[in-house]
Nanobody, 122 residues
């Protein structure tokens, strides 16, 4: 069973950047599509970005296109979310997720990390 641990969250001013990391335990990381979700206070968890097994395919939620970049390093069992031009509305807990279904889904992921807080001040 893969376990996911996020890191890299913090407080940043609007317009700034952060890079989130999610490191997986186990030797099957390369079998999972990986994704990032976020949940803001009082709102439902929402899809942010996903990446395929070898990184050749990515998918983004419309509001982060052009600002966020998802990538992965299978040798390090790690997926990243580079977040640039951050806005106060990006404030949320960011969760890493893993899934073995074919195709990049935006829901229903089977494995989740504990989350890391991102706060963007105006």
């Amino acid at each position: 069973q893969v376990q996911l641990v996020e890191s890299g969250g913090g407080l940043v001013q609007a317009g700034g950047s952060l890079r989130l990391s999610c490191t997986a335990s186990g030797r099957t990381f390369g079998l999972y599509n990986m994704a990032w979700f976020r949940q803001a206070p009082g709102k439902e968890r929402e899809f942010v970005a996903a990446i395929s097994l070898r990184g050749g395919d990515t998918r983004y939620e419309d509001s982060v296109k052009g600002r966020f970049t998802i990538s992965r390093d299978n040798a390090k069992n790690t997926v990243y979310l580079q977040m640039n031009s951050l806005k106060p509305e990006d404030t949320a807990i960011y969760y890493c997720a893993a899934d073995r279904r074919i195709g990049l889904a935006t829901y229903g992921y089977e494995l989740w990390g504990q989350g890391t807080q991102v706060t963007v001040s105006s």
